[in-house]
């Protein structure tokens, strides 16, 4: 028998724990500045690297490498876009690359864009007679060899005339949360002029399949929050830092496909009562719960996992962004009564309402380059605000062991023990 004292129903954890498997379908991602446009330029390139985008053998902004940027009337693509011009000045590698803002790990990501030779007049007809080649990579998937088409028609201008091939593809599954796409150039050293000759890329487009939401994933076990400046990772103290400065610095969003409510598995609470009597047992029993928050942010957020509930800048951000005023830990002792049959056991179980929440703080005020950008992916665990914790009075017949116990003789000595001995006071 199951006697349940909560309030408000709700599913288990234990039984939404299996994923659906069925796949999503494809939703856009967004990339920032896919077209090369900004920062604007005046004549026919420049070496001033577009927003969002990093350049350099690691992602990073303020490096002194750099892409070149064609016009479109030289760079001659078909819906007149701005073309980046993958370099290897001084045949040290340095890829162009971009954090693909809102994709999951596991999620599957394809990505289209355009590619062409070089227009530069730096090429010589032999380093574009075969194409050029290059490489892509979304973090997560395989690094993907490329050839352009190739050109041997050279414009008055003395530019190379562009050759584009539109809607190339890369498709692969990515191994990280904003997983980074890279372009690098692969242009033999005796080709490319010293940086001066290489592919272009241009109209970069993404979608993606998000993963199902895991809710088999117990509390203690949540993933490691993540930092980001731009196309950076950043340590997560780095983060809160920045966030936590000002009441409105960041905004906090949750990703409500990945947020929910559930009861917590039912753990056994105090000890279990055996009625070894011939009558019914009828009594108030006292029932202590408490309930406590998951989550892996240093102190000075003022969330969880330090547990406090501190009125920090950051617990506004996350207050304001959800609507939820949590409290992080709570307490309730309450009374039971208890109504056991002769020959059953009786025990209490508590079941919590939680709520877990994953999302992002952002950067409130968006610089001109996204790569000056903070962010911080984060998941918390806390005590629902919209499930009441539940109380199970159960029972059950007694065990073999427990009839066994029931049934045995009362520990005490034979009395009197003898007609001169006096009864003592454990006889």
Same mark, same amino acid.
């Given at each position: 028998?199951?006697?349940?004292?909560?309030?408000?129903?709700?599913?288990?954890?234990?039984?939404?724990?299996?994923?659906?498997?069925?796949?999503?379908?494809?939703?856009?991602?967004?990339?920032?500045?896919?077209?090369?446009?900004?920062?604007?330029?005046?004549?026919?390139?420049?070496?001033?690297?577009?927003?969002?985008?990093?350049?350099?053998?690691?992602?990073?902004?303020?490096?002194?490498?750099?892409?070149?940027?064609?016009?479109?009337?030289?760079?001659?693509?078909?819906?007149?876009?701005?073309?980046?011009?993958?370099?290897?000045?001084?045949?040290?590698?340095?890829?162009?690359?971009?954090?693909?803002?809102?994709?999951?790990?596991?999620?599957?990501?394809?990505?289209?864009?355009?590619?062409?030779?070089?227009?530069?007049?730096?090429?010589?007809?032999?380093?574009?007679?075969?194409?050029?080649?290059?490489?892509?990579?979304?973090?997560?998937?395989?690094?993907?060899?490329?050839?352009?088409?190739?050109?041997?028609?050279?414009?008055?201008?003395?530019?190379?005339?562009?050759?584009?091939?539109?809607?190339?593809?890369?498709?692969?599954?990515?191994?990280?949360?904003?997983?980074?796409?890279?372009?690098?150039?692969?242009?033999?050293?005796?080709?490319?002029?010293?940086?001066?000759?290489?592919?272009?890329?241009?109209?970069?487009?993404?979608?993606?399949?998000?993963?199902?939401?895991?809710?088999?994933?117990?509390?203690?076990?949540?993933?490691?929050?993540?930092?980001?400046?731009?196309?950076?990772?950043?340590?997560?103290?780095?983060?809160?830092?920045?966030?936590?400065?000002?009441?409105?610095?960041?905004?906090?969003?949750?990703?409500?496909?990945?947020?929910?409510?559930?009861?917590?598995?039912?753990?056994?609470?105090?000890?279990?009562? &055996?009625?070894?009597?011939?009558?019914?047992?009828?009594? &108030?029993?006292?029932?202590?719960?408490?309930?406590?928050?998951?989550?892996?942010?240093?102190?000075?957020?003022? &969330?969880?996992?330090?547990?406090?509930?501190?009125?920090?800048?950051?617990?506004?951000?996350?207050?304001?962004?959800?609507?939820?005023?949590?409290?992080?830990?709570?307490?309730?002792?309450?009374?039971?009564?208890?109504?056991?049959?002769?020959?059953?056991?009786?025990?209490?179980?508590?079941?919590?309402?939680?709520?877990?929440?994953?999302?992002?703080?952002?950067?409130?005020?968006?610089?001109?380059?996204?790569?000056?950008?903070?962010?911080?992916?984060?998941?918390?665990?806390?005590?629902?605000?919209? &499930?009441?914790?539940?109380?199970?009075?159960?029972?059950?017949?007694?065990?073999?062991?427990?009839?066994?116990?029931?049934?045995?003789?009362?520990?005490?000595?034979?009395?009197?023990?003898?007609?001169?001995?006096?009864?003592?006071?454990?006889?």
């Amino acid at each position: 028998m199951c006697l349940s004292l909560g309030l408000l129903a709700g599913a288990p954890l234990a039984q939404a724990a299996a994923s659906s498997a069925v796949a999503a379908a494809p939703v856009p991602v967004t990339v920032l500045n896919g077209d090369f446009a900004e920062p604007a330029f005046t004549g026919v390139n420049t070496g001033v690297n577009p927003y969002a985008w990093s350049v350099g053998s690691t992602a990073g902004a303020g490096t002194t490498a750099s892409v070149w940027r064609w016009d479109a009337a030289t760079g001659g693509h078909p819906a007149s876009l701005t073309a980046a011009m993958l370099r290897l000045p001084n045949e040290a590698t340095h890829g162009l690359k971009q954090r693909l803002r809102g994709v999951r790990s596991g999620a599957r990501v394809t990505v289209t864009y355009d590619e062409s030779p070089s227009v530069s007049n730096g090429c010589t007809p032999a380093a574009l007679a075969q194409g050029q080649t290059y490489s892509v990579q979304g973090e997560g998937g395989a690094l993907t060899s490329r050839t352009t088409l190739p050109t041997t028609e050279r414009l008055p201008t003395n530019f190379w005339k562009s050759a584009w091939r539109t809607g190339v593809a890369l498709t692969f599954t990515a191994g990280a949360n904003e997983p980074l796409l890279t372009f690098t150039s692969a242009v033999p050293a005796a080709q490319n002029n010293n940086g001066n000759c290489g592919p272009l890329i241009t109209n970069v487009r993404a979608t993606q399949e998000p993963p199902p939401v895991d809710k088999a994933i117990p509390a203690g076990a949540l993933p490691a929050s993540e930092g980001f400046l731009g196309n950076d990772r950043r340590t997560t103290a780095d983060a809160v830092s920045y966030c936590n400065g000002t009441v409105n610095r960041c905004t906090f969003t949750a990703e409500e496909d990945y947020s929910f409510s559930y009861y917590a598995p039912a753990p056994v609470a105090a000890e279990t009562y &055996l009625n070894c009597t011939r009558n019914t047992l009828n009594r &108030l029993r006292p029932v202590s719960t408490a309930n406590r928050s998951y989550g892996d942010l240093p102190a000075a957020a003022g &969330l969880p996992g330090s547990g406090t509930a501190a009125p920090t800048n950051m617990a506004q951000q996350y207050t304001q962004g959800t609507g939820l005023s949590p409290a992080w830990t709570t307490t309730q002792d309450r009374s039971v009564t208890e109504i056991v049959q002769p020959a059953e056991a009786s025990w209490i179980e508590t079941q919590a309402g939680r709520r877990r929440t994953e999302g992002w703080f952002t950067a409130t005020t968006k610089a001109t380059d996204p790569n000056s950008d903070w962010r911080l992916h984060t998941v918390l665990d806390h005590p629902s605000t919209d &499930l009441s914790d539940r109380i199970y009075q159960r029972t059950g017949p007694l065990s073999a062991s427990e009839k066994q116990r029931c049934q045995s003789d009362r520990p005490n000595a034979p009395t009197p023990l003898g007609a001169t001995s006096p009864a003592g006071a454990e006889r």
